[in-house]
């Protein structure tokens, strides 16, 4: 049984991370070895990415690099998700941003009551680039069912992305979709965490194989026009400022697939590199640049 640890300051998530967790992978893969834990007994299992480190390369416009970042970071998430041997996440205080993108991609989580959990990136004028966006999509098209009316799942799914909905409890992130109530469990008892997080993995190895990629169903332009609606809404409501509205628009152009004539069913691979353009578009435009420095500089973000 492998234990991955984060040791950053605030657990914050960085190039270094990413490579120890691959190394991870590889270990667990090449030895005798039933599976891996994700945790630490740190305050917050992470606050997400090393925004530090994401601006410095931004400011420098070199975007080689940061599609380089992006896409590593996906890349990751999507090992864990389809790894031989099973990965379970044990989080504790906050879990926003990469690390909630983290969690989802595990096959399951055990959490403490008493975790934090969201997508929180909006709040510096990006959307969630490590996977998050494509997962909603993902949960989204899991959930369908012959009959079904689909656009209010995709609605509430971009209200909890947009507007960076954080889960204050373990048990409110199930309501949100961030925990799954056939995958993932809550953990009252804080010391008790990662051995609980351990008897999953063990649970999980006894039977395991490796999970096997499924199309997910997406909207096209049918669902892109209701998501617009509703954004305009939320902006006519006073919810959202003008460049809430442009971030809120890419998240839909994800949810849905991008500009496809009608319904029909893409890759996981395919969503991630619609989310991957995105996220970099809005890292292109200097308000998302001025709400990172405002929040690095200030820690509040800034609604401009």
Partial sequence: MLCFEFTTKSNAIGEGIGMGMMEALQ????????????????????????LMGVAMVAMQKDFKKLEEMVNGFQQINMAMRYAPVPVVTATQGYVFGGGCEMLMHTDAAVCHAESYIGLVEVGVGLIPGGGGTKEFAKRASDSFFDGDVQIPTLVEKLKVIATATVATS?????????????????????????????????????????????????????????????INEFYLGKYMSEYDVEIARKIAYVLCGGDLTGQQTVSEQYLLDIEREAFLQLL?????????????????????
């Fill in 27 to 50: 270990i667990a893969q090449n030895g005798d070895w039933a599976g891996i834990v994700i945790g630490n007994n740190a305050k917050n299992f992470s606050v997400g990415a090393n």
């Fill in 170 to 230: 373990a048990y409110e992130a199930y309501n949100h979709g961030y925990l799954l109530k056939d995958r993932d469990s809550v953990e009252i008892n804080l010391s008790k965490l990662l051995s609980t997080a351990k008897e999953k993995v063990l649970e999980l190895a006894k039977h395991y194989t490796t999970p096997i990629p499924k199309p997910v169903t997406v909207l096209g332009r049918g669902g892109l026009g209701t998501l617009y609606t509703a």
């Fill in 284 to 304: 292109g435009n200097q308000k998302t640049l001025d709400r990172i420095q405002y929040l690095l500089m200030n820690n509040k973000p800034l609604r401009n």
